[in-house]
């Protein structure tokens, strides 16, 4: 029982030995870490500060913008045939009117040359109709001579006529005085009936010259009508070889405005085929007016209504960085937004005679929306947001301490930020810094 006791005793001397080790060695981090922490309680950082001030700011809207040709034209074929010449490739500069290329049309040619045929058939009609025109008037005239004559002739029967018939009746007077004969009544009566007979025999003549005349006239009538729907032919087949003449034209492929070919996608021997729909399949050629272009900018919806053609704009292009900012004039505004994308579309025309503008460049634009207004600002790095895009900043006490303090935000011009409340002019806030800070947090202020 004594040696049960001993080795009791032993085993409880050991576990109290560890348990005041692991006490120590517990008090000594426990030591070490408030020392750690102490230390860095004491560390200053040292920062710059800046100050409030009255500055004159200008709101201004910083967005993408792209460079596009003043103008662009597709062309594509209006015939259909194989490519014989080539004129011109990608780069050329071309003038309004140039050739570009030729399509071989043999069909459209054979066709033009029956149309010419059948031309000079119709004016051989033509003239067919205008001599019978002329023939059918000579009858006219032939037929109203007729009756002018028959008609002088019935005006000599009828004076004949009453001649005869006065000298019956003063035959027939004296017959019955009985100082004449009856025989020479009878020969008074038969010359009286026979002038009359002469009468009614150029009546007669007189009626066919004039049915002569209508007949002439109505001859004249069809034959001018003739003549008339050979013209009217003729007419029609010109009309067609003009629209042949023009689908011809077709066959040449021309510029319609100078500038640079951008694109060409065909060969010498390829086969294209007439382009029915406008923006189907890849165009025969691109021309690009590039010696002045047009540089869009797609502006938001808040400050949409604040963009007027004459504002100032500023362009950057990163591939001229080292060059000097253009400044330009908003031209034109779309004057309304784009329903998926609640963008108004904004143009800047540049002239671009050195070419160094390409379309498809992309850049970045200031606008300067309003004139420029005094106002209580800050640098732009001198403000943070947090997540939820609040503006705060440090505040550097009397006793180089910070403070957070939330502010209200106004105009950005890039450089500086309009700070509507939350600080008072004058007072110093910590510069850009990479480093988050703490309320009551000591710092070093740096001369500026």
């Not at 010259?209 to 006239?217: D, G, H, L, P, Y």
């Not at 034209?249 to 390829?270: H, I, K, S």
């Not at 021309?287 to 869009?296: E, T």
């Amino acid at each position: 029982m004594q040696t049960r006791a001993l080795r009791t005793g032993g085993f409880d001397l050991l576990v109290s030995g560890l348990l005041a080790a692991c006490l120590l060695t517990l008090c000594g981090c426990t030591s070490d870490r408030a020392i750690a922490k102490k230390e860095k309680a004491t560390h200053v950082v040292p920062v710059k500060t800046v100050a409030v001030e009255t500055t004159q700011v200008q709101r201004s809207t910083l967005q993408p913008a792209t460079v596009h040709a003043f103008y662009r034209a597709e062309i594509r074929a209006k015939a259909s045939g194989f490519v014989k010449n080539l004129q011109a490739d990608i780069g050329d500069y071309v003038e309004a009117g140039a050739k570009l290329a030729e399509i071989d049309v043999p069909e459209m040619l054979m066709q033009r040359q029956v149309i010419d045929k059948r031309i000079e058939r119709l004016i051989a009609e033509e003239q067919r109709g205008q001599a019978g025109v002329r023939l059918a008037e000579a009858r006219v005239r032939s037929a109203q001579a007729l009756l002018a004559e028959a008609s002088s002739q019935m005006a000599g029967a009828e004076a004949s006529l009453a001649a005869s018939q006065a000298e019956f009746d003063r035959t027939e007077d004296l017959v019955e005085r009985g100082s004449l004969q009856n025989r020479m009544l009878d020969e008074s009566r038969m010359k009286r009936d026979s002038e009359a007979a002469r009468r009614d025999a150029m009546a007669s003549s007189i009626e066919s010259a004039k049915a002569e005349v209508a007949v002439a006239e109505a001859q004249v009538v069809a034959a001018q009508a003739a003549s008339d729907a050979a013209q009217a032919e003729t007419e029609i087949e010109r009309s067609q070889r003009q629209e042949m003449d023009a689908l011809l034209d077709y066959a040449t492929l021309r510029a319609p405005f100078a500038g640079v070919v951008t694109q060409r996608n065909l060969e010498p021997g390829d086969l294209v085929r007439q382009s029915n729909e406008v923006g189907r399949g890849q165009p025969l050629f691109v021309i690009s007016q590039v010696d002045r272009v047009r540089v869009r900018i797609a502006v938001p919806e808040a400050e949409a209504a604040l963009v007027n053609p004459g504002d100032e704009v500023t362009l950057t292009f990163p591939s001229f960085s080292a060059a000097q900012p253009i400044v330009a004039a908003v031209t034109r505004t779309s004057g309304s937004l784009d329903p998926s994308t609640r963008t108004m579309l904004v143009e800047v025309e540049l002239d671009n005679q050195d070419g160094k503008l390409l379309p498809g460049m992309f850049g970045q634009a200031s606008i300067h929306l309003d004139s420029k207004v005094a106002a209580q600002t800050l640098p732009s790095r001198a403000i943070r947001f947090d997540e939820e895009g609040n503006g705060y900043v440090y505040v550097v006490g009397e006793d180089e301490t910070i403070a957070r303090a939330d502010i209200t935000t106004g105009l950005d011009d890039g450089n500086s930020i309009e700070v509507l409340s939350g600080i008072e002019p004058g007072q110093r806030v910590v510069g850009p810094h990479l480093k988050r800070f703490s309320d009551g947090q000591k710092v070093a202020v740096l001369p500026n």
